[in-house]
T-cell receptor, first 115, second 110 residues
Framework: NAGVMQNPRHLVRRRGQEARLRCSPV?????VYWYRQLPEEGLKFMVY????????ESGMPKERFSAEFPKEGPSILRIQQVVRGDSAAYFC?????????????FGQGTRLTVV | GDSVTQMEGPVTLSEEAFLTINCTYT??????LFWYVQYPGEGLQLLLK?????DKGSNKGFEATYRKETTSFHLEKGSVQVSDSAVYFC?????????FGAGTRLFVKA
């Protein structure tokens, strides 16, 4: 049973470049969540997606950040023109339903370093 | 809005000591409550959960009781091991969104 797969595990980008983070949910899960974890801090909700739809992006910065979850393929979190403050661990989670009491399964995260 | 407050860490204990990590929450309605654990370099894993008042979640010797009257969900373990060293996150699920506390880092010394 494959869990949530995120890649790459580590990503280094220079300021101004683009970062693409991929997340393949657990097989059969159609709900995907992205969280950001800054060093020594907790997880902050960014965006919630179902297949082909963004349901809630209230935690995502209005500029430079975008997310998608196409009908086929993984969910992508895209950060354009990265800045040093974007350095963080980005975690993806998936669940079978969007109900709040459903367990979310987390990937191992992508650690983005902007130099 | 909904929020979760955890005791600040790090918490340092000797092996076999008793552990309590406090967690209180603010929410409208009746959310489900969770504890997740994050080992170094890993993602989060669900440790236990409770879905209604007075429910007790338990797993691997850890337990927590959903206390509606005090809006709390404190994590306890009677005898910690070195392998329990990790960061512990309290969380609530309101609607479709899971809200996390800031996390409490636990160090257990042999």
């Amino acid at each position: 049973n494959a869990g949530v797969m995120q890649n790459p595990r580590h990503l280094v980008r220079r300021r101004g470049q683009e970062a693409r983070l991929r997340c393949s949910p657990v097989k059969g899960h159609s709900h995907v969540y992205w969280y950001r974890q800054l060093p020594e801090e907790g997880l902050k909700f960014m965006v919630y997606l179902q297949k082909e739809n963004i349901i809630d992006e209230s935690g995502m910065p209005k500029e430079r950040f975008s997310a998608e979850f196409p009908k086929e393929g993984p969910s992508i979190l895209r950060i354009q023109q990265v800045v040093r403050g974007d350095s963080a661990a980005y975690f993806c989670a998936s669940s079978r339903s969007g109900q709040g009491d459903t367990e979310a399964f987390f990937g191992q995260g992508t650690r983005l370093t902007v130099v | 809005g909904d929020s979760v407050t955890q005791m600040e860490g790090p918490v340092t204990l000797s092996e076999e000591a008793f552990l309590t990590i406090n967690c209180t929450y603010t929410a409208t309605g009746y959310p489900s409550l969770f504890w997740y654990v994050q080992y170094p370099g890993e993602g989060l894993q669900l440790l236990l959960k409770a879905t209604k008042a007075d429910d007790k979640g338990s797993n691997k010797g850890f337990e927590a009781t959903y206390r509606k009257e005090t809006t709390s969900f404190h994590l306890e373990k009677g005898s910690v091991q070195v392998s329990d060293s990790a960061v512990y996150f309290c969380a609530l699920a309101g609607g479709f969104k899971t809200i996390f506390g800031a996390g409490t880092r636990l160090f257990v010394k042999a």
